[in-house]
T-cell receptor
Framework: ETGVTQTPRHLVMGMTNKKSLKCEQH?????MYWYKQSAKKPLELMFV???????ENNSVPSRFSPECPNSSHLFLHLHTLQPEDSALYLC?????????????FGSGTRLTVV | AQTVTQSQPEMSVQEAETVTLSCTYD???????LFWYKQPPSRQMILVIR??????QNATENRFSVNFQKAAKSFSLKISDSQLGDAAMYFC????????????FGPGTRLSVLP
């Protein structure tokens, strides 16, 4: 049991589809993150939510839309994606104010855009 | 801004041997945390070990230990008695103690363990 659960584990979608990725944590953390991990590239921070408010959006295209309805859940809504958006999307959570704790990650959603 | 560098994209080690993964970082802060994460083929990033910058003693966790050289801004990971299950991507990460500062990850080192 990781503490951070991501669904689905795999997703194949066409460029005109709309889908959502889900992340759930029951660790009592107050911050959640979306990362993109592409082959041969460093981890890319996409979105940060702290206390359910979005505090950072690293110039992510608008075809990615995050939603954080409460401190335990985080979604990433996808629409009209491009093939280059194919990647592993990782969710993480942490306790802001406790830098020593580190991040707890989920197992990721492997997204393929066709 | 802080940066983290891992100069070894790939490494290999014989089973039961010892291997050291390198990590250097750049920061102007004096207090921070450093981490090593492991990402096996199952994809989940798992915390291996952490080091507090204000502690001179190197952290150890069973077969994993670090060599923390604060002045040199170096944070290497030593894996002793390597096992097949140690094969994974290893990421070095920096975290400021300032509130709201996110992790800074290195590009990763892929470790293969040879039987």
């Amino acid at each position: 049991e990781t503490g951070v659960t991501q669904t689905p584990r795999h997703l194949v979608m066409g460029m005109t589809n709309k889908k959502s990725l889900k992340c759930e944590q029951h660790l009592g953390h107050n911050a959640m993150y979306w990362y993109k991990q592409s082959a041969k590239k460093p981890l890319e921070l996409m979105f940060v939510y702290s206390l359910e408010e979005r505090v950072e959006n690293n110039s992510v295209p608008s075809r990615f839309s995050p939603e954080c309805p409460n401190s335990s859940h985080l979604f990433l809504h996808l629409h009209t994606l491009q093939p280059e958006d194919s990647a592993l999307y990782l969710c993480a959570s942490s306790q802001e104010g406790r830098a020593s704790y580190g991040y707890t990650f989920g197992s990721g959603t492997r997204l393929t855009v066709v | 801004a802080q940066t983290v560098t891992q100069s070894q994209p790939e490494m290999s080690v014989q089973e039961a041997e010892t291997v050291t993964l390198s990590c250097t970082y750049d920061t102007s802060e004096s207090d921070y945390y450093l981490f090593w994460y492991k990402q096996p083929p199952s994809r989940q990033m798992i915390l291996v070990i952490r080091q507090e910058a204000y502690k001179q003693q190197n952290a150890t966790e069973n077969r994993f230990s670090v060599n923390f050289q604060k002045a040199a801004k170096s944070f290497s990971l030593k894996i002793s008695d390597s096992q097949l299950g140690d094969a994974a991507m290893y990421f070095c990460a920096y975290r400021s103690t300032n509130y709201g500062q996110n992790f800074v990850f290195g590009p990763g080192t892929r470790l293969s363990v040879l039987p």
